[in-house]
């Protein structure tokens, strides 16, 4: 992890409940999680967010701090809204996670909190209703873990953690 980075805690990052896998899952239309995300950063573009990301293989969508992207903001939330389309099941606010997706969330903050991240926080179902005080947001299909801006996710010690814990 290079620099501090809010996953797309919007719409697009954590609607796709493939964030963090290094597969390819089809979507029902047969077109993958990675291109519905494309779709959807394209359309970002389109609607305005100029400088909106490409996702990653997987299909998360990265904004880095810094980027000039600020997911609160009227035009980011204006485009996202037209472009939720683009996402499985409309985006993050219209998915409801399995109660595995939670167990396997809270055995993940557990696990980083056993590896030495104290105030790793458990996961929740709804993001913060502001990125700010928070190093990292990360969405996983309508599960949600707020990193608070006391942990530094570029921390050598969060950084072993996280590959421990499998939490990228």
């Known amino acids: 992890m290079s620099g501090t980075s809010v996953t797309a805690v919007v719409a697009c ?9 290094s597969s390819k899952p089809t979507t029902t239309a047969g077109s993958t999680h990675y291109d519905a995300a494309l779709a959807f950063s394209k359309c970002m573009r389109t609607h305005g967010v100029t400088n909106f990301p490409d996702p990653s293989g997987s299909g998360g969508i990265n904004i880095p701090s810094g980027s000039g992207i600020n997911p609160f903001s009227p035009v ?44 790793f926080p458990d996961p929740t179902l709804k993001p913060p209703s502001s990125p700010a005080g928070y190093s990292l947001l990360e969405d996983r299909g309508g599960v949600v873990i707020a990193v608070p801006s006391t942990i530094n996710p570029n921390s050598p010690a969060f950084m072993q953690a996280a590959k421990a814990c499998q939490f990228s």
Do not use: D, Y
């Open 13 to 21: 990052a954590v609607a796709i409940a493939a964030c963090g896998s």
């Open 76 to 119: 980011f939330k204006a485009s996202q809204s037209a472009c939720a389309k683009s996402l499985p099941n409309g985006g993050p606010g219209n998915q409801h996670p399995s109660a595995q997706a939670m167990a396997a969330a809270r055995q993940t903050s557990e696990c980083m909190r056993t590896h030495g991240v104290t105030g």
